[in-house]
C-alpha cells in the first residue's frame, strides 16, 4: 500500500493529485506541520531532510516531490502521465519538471524564507530578500505564461496532460498572495489553472485537504 505523508497546501500537493489521477489505492499520513512533527525522530527517520511529503510504497520510503513524482509515473506507465522513456518528448518532460522543483520551487521557497538568507534578526535584510525573490519569481511566471502561449496547447507539453501540470498548479497557487502579479493575473496561466481546478482529481485533493478560497 501506497502512503503519501502530507500537509495540506504543502509540496505534497503535486503527488496527492497525481495518485488521485491514478486512481490506485493509497492512504495520507498527516503530518502534524504545526507541532513540528515533520522535525520528530520519527519522521526524520524517513527523511532526514525533515520536509514533506515522504512517499512510501512497502520498504521504498522516497522524499523529494519530483522524485516521488517521477516514482508514480513510472510505476504506471498506462495512465501516461509521462512521454514515452528515450523519446524527445520525454526529454522535454524532464526539462520542465527538473525547472519547476530546482528553479520556480527552490526561489519560491526564498520568497516564504527569506530570513534564512540573512543573518539572525536582519528583518531590513530578510525583507529586500523577500521582494527580489517576488520579482525573480514574476519572470519565470513569465516564462511559463509564454510556453503556454507558444504551443497553444492547455497543458504545458502541449496536448497532453502529464505530472508537469499538477506541479505547476501547485506552484502556481503558491503565489496567490503576492504583492505584486500573481500566477492567475497572466493571460495564459489563468486560463490554465482554471483549467486544472475543473479536473475531478485535484477537486478531490482541494476537498480531502479541506484548502479554502482563494484556491490559486
Known amino acids: ?6 500537509y495540506p497546501s504543502t509540496a505534497a500537493m503535486a503527488p496527492h493529485i497525481i495518485l488521485q489521477e491514478l486512481g490506485v489505492p493509497f492512504e495520507l499520513v498527516l503530518v502534524d506541520r504545526p507541532a513540528d512533527a515533520h522535525k520528530s525522530p520519527e519522521y526524520l ?9 515522504v512517499l512510501t510504497d512497502g520498504d521504498l520510503v522516497l522524499y523529494e516531490t ?25 526529454a522535454h518532460f524532464y526539462k520542465w519538471l527538473i525547472w519547476l522543483t530546482n528553479t520556480l520551487q527552490a526561489t ?6 527569506p ?8 528583518a531590513a535584510g530578510a525583507a529586500e530578500v523577500k ?28 496536448q497532453n496532460y502529464s505530472a508537469l501540470d499538477p506541479y505547476a498548479m501547485m506552484l502556481g497557487r503558491w503565489t496567490r498572495g503576492f504583492a505584486s502579479a500573481p500566477a492567475r493575473t497572466r493571460p495564459h496561466l489563468g486560463p490554465y489553472l482554471q483549467t486544472m481546478l475543473a ?15 482563494p484556491w490559486v
Not at 527517520?45 to 511529503?53: E, M, T
Not at 516521488?68 to 504506471?76: G, K, N, P, Q
Not at 519560491?108 to 524564507?113: A, K, P
Request: with cysteine; charged share 20%.
Open 131 to 158: 521582494a527580489q525573490a517576488e520579482c525573480k519569481v514574476g519572470a519565470m511566471l513569465d516564462r511559463l505564461d509564454a510556453e503556454l502561449a507558444r504551443h497553444g496547447g492547455p497543458w504545458l507539453l502541449g
Open 115 to 122: 530570513e534564512r538568507s540573512v543573518s539572525p534578526g536582519n
Open 45 to 53: 527517520k524517513l527523511n532526514p531532510n525533515g520536509l514533506i511529503p
Open 66 to 90: 519530483a522524485a516521488i513524482c517521477l516514482y508514480l509515473c513510472d510505476m504506471h506507465p498506462q495512465a501516461k502521465l509521462a512521454p514515452a522513456v528515450g523519446s524527445v518528448e520525454r
Open 1 to 6: 500500500m501506497l502512503h503519501l505523508h502530507y
Open 199 to 213: 479536473r475531478p482529481a485535484v477537486q478531490r485533493v482541494f476537498a480531502t485537504e479541506k484548502l479554502v478560497q
Open 108 to 113: 519560491l521557497i526564498t520568497y516564504f524564507y
